[in-house]
């Protein structure tokens, strides 16, 4: 059992940068791979980054790359995704995700557990 807890969303303007961090329980935290998907009103969640247990292995939405980056602490069990560049379409709520397997994956269907969101909102 794996429990997660999102943290640094916030408002900020266009342009502008936020950390999110995903702190998580347990002592296994080094085995599993984890990810970060978010949800804007009245679409469907959707993947936004995900890192394999090593942290070597990182995948992004082409939505993203080059302005979001994944990472992850195993010392401190916590998972950031620093947002650079952040536009108005990113906003959501952004939720981190872990599986019960070391490799990263981008498919919402092979997270196990979930953390509880936070949200995002970007002004133009």
């Known amino acids: 059992q794996v429990l997660l807890v999102e943290s640094g969303g916030g408002l900020v303007q266009a342009g502008g940068s936020l950390r999110l961090s995903c702190a998580a329980s347990g002592r296994t935290f080094s085995s599993y791979a984890m990810g970060w998907f978010r949800q804007a009103p009245g679409k469907a969640r959707e993947f936004v980054a995900a890192?394999?247990?090593?942290?070597?292995?990182?995948y992004y939405a082409d939505s993203v790359k080059g302005r979001f980056t994944i990472s992850r602490d195993n010392a401190r069990n916590t998972m950031y995704l620093q947002m650079n560049s952040l536009k108005p379409e990113d906003t959501a709520v952004y939720y981190c995700?872990?599986?019960?397997?070391?490799?990263?994956?981008?498919?919402?269907?092979?997270?196990?557990?979930w953390g509880q969101g936070t949200q995002v909102t970007v002004s133009s």
């Open positions: 995700a872990a599986r019960s397997y070391t490799g990263a994956a981008i498919d919402i269907n092979d997270y196990n557990y």
């Open positions: 890192i394999s247990w090593s942290g070597v292995t990182k």
